[in-house]
């Protein structure tokens, strides 16, 4: 079972940037293929990215791709979404989540664990 802290979130202007940390505890990060997901009010669970166990492998949704970057470093157990050329329409609070499978996939019920969130408010 892990752990998950999401971190650095915050208000920036559109075009700004942003990155965000997920620090993982609890068991062996690296065997778990991490993703980044967001939630705006009334909205559902959308995916953002994800990174297989050596960071070999990503996928991003339509929405963020060319503007963010999922990586990971293993020997920190931390999980990083770098945000560039920020949108209003990425206002949402993003959620950290890992599944123990190895593949990755998009879909919110293939993920096990999930952090707390961190808001992340983009103004025009």
């Known amino acids: 079972q892990v752990q998950l802290v999401e971190s650095g979130g915050g208000l920036v202007q559109s075009g700004g940037s942003l990155r965000l940390s997920c620090a993982a505890s609890?068991?062996?990060?690296?065997?778990?293929?991490m993703a980044w997901f967001r939630q705006a009010p009334g909205k559902e669970r959308r995916f953002v990215a994800a990174?297989?166990?050596?960071?070999?492998?990503?996928h991003y949704a339509d929405s963020v791709k060319g503007r963010f970057a999922i990586s990971r470093d293993n020997a920190k157990n931390t999980v990083y979404l770098q945000m560039n050329s920020l949108k209003p329409e990425d206002t949402a609070v993003y959620y950290c989540?890992?599944?123990?499978?190895?593949?990755?996939?998009?879909?919110?019920?293939?993920?096990?664990?999930w952090g707390q969130g961190t808001q992340v408010t983009v103004s025009s």
């Open positions: 609890g068991d062996t990060f690296s065997k778990y293929t």
């Open positions: 990174i297989n166990w050596s960071g070999g492998t990503t």
């Open positions: 989540a890992a599944r123990a499978d190895s593949g990755v996939v998009a879909g919110p019920k293939w993920y096990d664990y």
